[in-house]
């Protein structure tokens, strides 16, 4: 599904209410003409804060009557293939004055002393950060392992010594702009660097999450607008901590809360999780979006959200709030193919496989055979059972379908248009609200008491699932 936060995640800071306005003077002799533009670090893009015509004196002016969020910026020059990069903090009336055949070296910029600074940290690490390209190469192309060795002493030496450079800037300059990007940029180094055992490799995961955010500070906005955060936030989230949804509620809400006093952050950090998790990687995370509906969204804590926003926020949540992994199913009670009510719940099994589903529909009919096969060669003998509803008001192709593929053993269900519109009427939740049911077939495999075990997976899957289950049943059965 699209993701519908990318813009309001890219624009979330344009706008901070302060008098002071910004006035920034570029002046470079290699252009005469052309567009300029002034740019903001946000992850891996640039993204646009102002643009200027540069005038024959190769002169361009950005200016605006709102303070600047702080963070590190950036020139674009004609051609978008020079960019020169500077930080905006306090000073935000400063002049720049550049030559783009050197940009390192041959870069003034006055009346903004986080600049001084930052100058004279790009200047020091170009010459180690090719150095440590070259090391690196080396590395990867050696062809004896004392070669490898020794390439892979000499890049850790060198890093090495980039970071005791690092921390020298910080312990220098503890209130600078420079020291909250170099903290927050630090990577926790391992507890144990060459692990043995699997209780090193546990010390070390759990040393390194618990050290994960130690340079950040979630009540400072000013590591928004830079090329790292972003990407820290989306590594925590997507490989160090558990993907258990109960793990990434947990974080997310001690993250809002830390930010709560930071709007620019607490933005940034509820709109990226509602569009992370918006349509999610794996199964139960759908429960992560609830929360935050639940939590956040619905109680007005996210104002700066568009209607449309709001409600495709608020028809998710509820499409899912009723179908989470581990809740009962909602019992459903529809007309079985001899015309009686049947209800879900009548159903008794071990296990249910509670299939939607169109004949019409050319994937289920390459599908619904597949399941009726290894429903009758293996489903069948361990008590499973198969409530299928039909999705679409075509009860004459549904009635056709079932008896030419022998479907009879399945109990098969649909809903008359009068019952579909007593619950419109009533303003009940129809099945397709109930199970998120958006295409068909739509598959569940509920348990004897008809809790949720997996859902909107494949037939394969669900048979994988149910296999295990049973081979540990034999291995415990014969143990006992």
Not at 440 to 451: A, G
């Amino acid at each position: 599904m699209k993701k519908i936060f990318s813009i309001a995640i890219a624009t979330v800071c344009f706008v901070t209410a302060h008098a002071q306005a910004y006035k920034i003077t570029v002046k470079t002799p290699n252009f005469k003409s052309g567009i300029a533009y002034l740019a903001y670090h946000f992850g891996k893009s640039l993204d646009a804060q102002d643009s200027g015509i540069i005038n024959d004196k190769g002169i361009v002016v950005f200016s605006g009557n709102q303070k600047l969020q702080s963070g590190i910026y950036a020139i674009v020059f004609p051609g978008k293939t020079q960019v020169l990069d500077f930080l905006i903090d306090k000073s935000q009336v400063i002049s720049i004055k550049t030559d783009t055949t050197d940009l390192t070296n041959k870069t003034v910029i006055t009346n903004s002393p986080e600049n001084d600074l930052f100058r004279q940290y790009q200047k020091a690490i170009v010459p180690t950060g090719k150095v440590l390209e070259q090391e690196r190469n080396a590395y990867n192309e050696s062809k004896t392992k004392a070669d490898s060795l020794l390439h892979e002493a000499n890049y850790t030496r060198y890093n090495k010594e980039l970071n005791e450079y690092r921390d020298s800037l910080v312990k220098k300059n503890p209130t600078s702009m420079l020291a909250v990007l170099l903290l927050a940029m630090k990577d926790p180094q391992l507890l144990i660097a060459k692990p043995l055992t699997r209780q090193d490799s546990v010390n070390n995961y759990d040393y390194y999450k618990a050290h994960y955010w130690d340079g950040v500070t979630f009540m400072d906005d000013r590591i928004i607008r830079t090329p790292f955060f972003l990407p820290k936030l989306e590594r925590y989230y997507r490989q160090v901590i558990s993907q258990n949804p109960d793990s990434i509620i947990a974080e997310s809400d001690y993250q809002l809360l830390l930010a709560r006093t930071c709007p620019e952050m607490y933005k940034l950090l509820l709109n990226w999780l509602t569009d992370e998790y918006f349509s999610p990687k794996y199964m139960g995370q759908d429960a992560i979006l609830v929360h935050l509906f639940q939590q956040y969204h619905s109680q007005g804590l996210s104002p700066w959200l568009s209607k449309k926003q709001e409600d495709a926020i608020s028809h998710r949540a509820y499409m899912e709030m009723s179908n989470l992994l581990g809740t009962p199913g909602a019992d459903l009670n529809l007309i079985d193919s001899s015309g009686k009510p049947t209800s879900l719940y009548s159903v008794a099994g071990d296990y249910t496989v509670l299939c939607f589903w169109d004949p019409t529909c050319g994937h289920c009919k390459i599908e619904i055979p597949r399941i009726d096969s290894i429903y009758e060669a293996s489903w069948k003998k361990h008590n499973v059972k198969v409530y299928a509803v039909l999705t679409e008001n075509v009860k004459k192709e549904w009635t056709k379908y079932i008896q030419e593929h022998h479907l009879g053993d399945w109990t098969n269900v649909y809903q008359t248009p009068e019952m579909e519109k007593a619950d419109e009427d009533a303003q009940r939740p129809g099945f397709r609200q109930l199970y998120d049911v958006t295409s068909t077939p739509t598959l569940y495999l509920l348990d004897k008491d008809k809790r949720i075990v997996i859902k909107q997976l494949s037939w394969e899957q669900i048979d994988e699932f149910l296999k295990l289950k049973w081979a540990n049943k034999t291995t415990n059965d014969k143990t006992n």
